[in-house]
């Protein structure tokens, strides 16, 4: 899966959402984050963001190792405020913005 990661943080551009042909690219408070088994590993949305902030999983840069933990715990965890993890919801236009974050991006200092 592609994961997204600190850069994306408090920019939040969305070009990677409009991008995304499976739609499974969510959005939180600061940042966005990607489903991971709902991402079909077509790449299209990793050259479109501004701050490049989109990579493989396996090949997120030095210190950002978090993030792909982060990604996936956006929806198997309750996120804040909630009583149920969102699971697989298949379409992040259908679900809208979250507006919240995972404790790990909440509390993360750029
Ligand atoms: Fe979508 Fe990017 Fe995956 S465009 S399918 S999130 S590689
Ligand atoms: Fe974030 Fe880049 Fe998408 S800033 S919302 S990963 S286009």
């Known amino acids: 899966t592609f994961v997204i990661g ?3 943080v408090d920019v939040m551009d969305r ?3 409009e991008e995304c042909p499976v ?9 966005a984050y990607i489903h991971p ?8 949305c990793e050259p479109v963001c501004p701050v ?8 997120v840069p030095a210190g950002q190792e ?3 933990a982060t990604n996936a715990a956006f ?3 309750p996120l804040p405020g909630r009583d149920s993890a969102l699971g697989s919801p298949g379409s992040a236009a259908q679900v809208g913005d979250l507006g919240v974050d ?3 991006v909440a509390e993360y200092e750029k």
Do not use: H, N, W
């Not at 739609?23 to 940042?31: A, F, H, K, P, V």
């Open 102 to 104: 995972t404790p790990f």
């Open 37 to 44: 088994t709902e991402c079909v590993d077509c790449g299209a």
């Open 66 to 68: 978090g993030f792909v």
């Open 6 to 8: 600190a850069a994306c």
């Open 75 to 77: 929806f198997d965890t």
């Open 15 to 17: 070009a990677c959402v």
């Open 52 to 59: 490049e902030a989109i990579s493989l999983a396996g090949d």
């Open 23 to 31: 739609d499974c690219i969510y959005t939180g408070d600061r940042m």
